[in-house]
Each structure stands twice: as C-alpha cells, then as structure tokens.
C-alpha cells in the first residue's frame, strides 16, 4: 500500500459533525484540522478514520489539542475505524478515551487514568550547575553495534568543527547525568536525564523512528495469539521497547501481564536466550534486529512488529551547555552539505539531522511519565 502524504478532511453527506479523515496526520495537518476548531460547543463530533494511514507524534499532539479545545466547549467526540497502529497509539498517549468501542472493553489501558498528565519538564535536580569543562564527555546508546566505528568518526568531526576537546565513550547503561556534556540517548533514557537533569534534546535523526520487532525462535511454527502466559526477554523494563511491545502484543488479544520477563540487560544477551531456549518471544529494536549476522537473523522468526513513526533517540546537551548548543546543532544540520559529514552519516546509520518538533517531545514525555515514573 502506497503511502497517503497529504491530509484531508471530508463531512459525510446528511449527518451533521460527522466527517472522515483521510491521509497522513502529521505537522503538515495542522492547518486542515484547525478547520474544525471553531464547531459550535454542545455537539457530537464523529470522525471516521478508515482513510488514516498514519499519525505521528507531532499529529498525535495537534489531535490531543484539537480534541482537549472541543471538551472545553462540552463537544462530545467519537472517534471510529482506527487501523491497528493508530489505534495502539491511541491508547499509549492517553486518547484511547476517544475511540468508539462499541461497548467492548478497553484491555490495553486498563487501570491507567483517564487523561494523561501534562508533561512535567520542570522537576529536573537544579541545584548544582556544572561549569563548562575544557574537555566534554560525549555518550552514545547506539541503534545497533554496526555504528560503533562511525560514532568515533563522528567524535573526531566534532571535535575539529567545534574546536574542543571531546572524549566519546558507548553507553552500556542509563549515562551518567552528572558527568556527560553530549549525549545521543534512546527515547526513554533521554526522557529520564531531561527530567532528572534538566538535558536538552536539540537534534534528532530524520526520518528515524525506533520501532519493535517481536522474535521467536525459527523452528517455532505459532502465532503470537498462541503464546499465552510465556517467558519474554528484553534488555530493560525502563524501555521504549518493553512498552511498545506489550502493546503489540496487548492489540493481539494477548495479555502481557501474563507473561514472566527477563531482563538481559541488552538486546544481544536476550537474543542469545530465545536461541538457548531459555525464553520463548524477544522484543528487540527493529534496527538491532536489521543489523544482526546472517547466523543470528536464521535462527530466529520475525512474528510482530510496530509501524508506528513515534519516538527515536536524542540528542541532547547538558545544561550548562545550553549557550553553546547552537554552535552543535549548526555543525549536526551543516552534516549533509559537509563532504567529510556526508562520509559520517551512512556510518551511523542517520540520513541527517533535524530539530524534534516540540510537539514530538510532549508525546514522547507523556508516554515516558505514564508508565515509567
């Protein structure tokens, strides 16, 4: 299926407030749907999203306003015929409550609160101000072991555009927020260190999202509806990819509080316990699982995963870094236009870079407040 780039709004012929949606929601949506803001209040809005493809982030954000205005003025809002994507995140950022069920009961979100809190950005520690030290220590959680070489390569660029002295090392862990200046992080560390530590994201890859494979062994003919009650590894449990894949599972009609987790530590440790037999499914990060050997890939089947363009990893600076963090995200953009740069990105596995859209952090940090703090 091609996919849908522009966004449309149509009323059904003879029902008032009724109207599909059809397309793409994302930023680019933003001057189509402010068509609907000004309904007058005390209706009953229905939309009918069978033409929708795809919503991401920054879409997500402009519906939870759009739909947060209309509750304001007591319109009652419906939404009905959502794919199986779009409806997952429907429910991981708290607007499930919108979606018409017919009567059938919302499992996914079961004893999670009806409307997600705000964001809370500013309960980061303060009290201490790091100066801004002669040489910055740089941390990366790369997206698969392929790029360690390039993240060197890209230290060694930084450190000639920027003139400074920058020691790089690979995260093996949550990073330490009180000695590392750069940090590229995964979606949920870096929600933890903004928080935690006051980090600022500035850049984030284009056209990146870090989506979950769920894996099971190669001779294992079931489906993931047959895998009741089973034993999942996964790296960690504060993770984007622990999250994610509950869901997948969840909108399979299998319930993953039932499952027993174990938590390897990393992806490739859980993968080497779905080959010994000693688990039964993997959630892994897609482009982990895009990168491993021809050996591993063989020993394993690929039986889920997401498609839903929600979150990717960060790049952040620490605080005291905040005056200078327009000099990196000038030399991150400049990437592309660069003939050394140009060199670098397809060693990190990233086209470019762009700013993420303040939109794209809120969803990300609700998620992250909702089922991890």
């Known amino acids: 299926m091609s996919m849908v780039n522009s966004f449309t709004i149509e009323e059904i012929a003879g029902k008032d407030f009724h109207y599909n949606f059809i397309g793409s929601i994302d930023a680019h949506a933003l001057e189509v749907l402010d068509s609907l803001a000004a309904l007058p209040s005390e209706v009953h809005v229905l939309l009918d999203f069978s033409g929708v493809e795809r919503v991401n982030s920054m879409g997500l954000s402009l519906l939870l306003k759009l739909f947060e205005d209309w509750e304001r003025k007591r319109i009652r809002v419906e939404v009905q015929h959502l794919n199986r994507m779009v409806n997952m995140l429907f429910k991981i950022t708290g607007l499930g409550r919108f979606v018409k069920t017919e009567g059938q009961a919302d499992t996914a979100v079961e004893n999670l609160p009806a409307s997600p809190e705000a964001p809370r950005q500013t309960e980061h520690k303060t009290a201490t101000v790091m100066p801004v030290r002669d040489k910055l220590n740089f941390v990366a959680s790369l997206q698969s072991g392929q ?31 009180n000695t590392t200046d750069l940090l590229f992080a995964k979606p949920f560390e870096a929600c933890l260190l903004m928080k935690q530590h006051g980090f600022i994201p500035v850049m984030r890859p284009v056209a990146e999202a870090d989506e979950v494979v769920i894996l099971t062994r190669a001779d294992d003919t079931l489906t993931l509806k047959d ?39 990393n992806e490739i440790k859980a993968l080497q316990t779905l080959i010994r037999k000693k688990c039964d499914l993997v959630f892994m990060l897609k482009k982990t699982y895009e990168g491993l050997s021809s050996f591993s890939r063989n020993s394993v089947r690929k039986i889920d995963e997401s498609q839903t363009d929600f979150a990717c990893h960060l790049f952040c600076v620490a605080p005291h870094l905040q005056q200078e963090a327009q000099e990196l995200v000038e030399v991150l953009l400049d990437m592309q236009n660069d003939e050394q740069g140009q060199l670098i990105l397809p060693d990190i596995q990233v086209q470019s870079w762009a700013k993420p859209e303040p939109g794209e952090l809120k969803m990300l940090q609700m998620v992250y407040d909702r089922y991890v703090d």
């Open 227 to 265: 895998y009741e009650g089973v034993t999942v590894s996964t790296a960690s449990k504060d993770s984007f990819v622990y999250q994610l894949g509950r869901f997948l599972c969840d909108e399979n009609s299998l319930d993953s509080k039932k499952f027993s987790f174990d938590f390897a530590g």
């Open 147 to 177: 790029q360690l070489t390039g993240w060197y390569l890209l230290n060694t660029y930084l450190q000639r555009r920027l003139k400074k002295a920058i020691h790089f090392e690979q995260s093996v862990g949550l990073p330490d927020g």
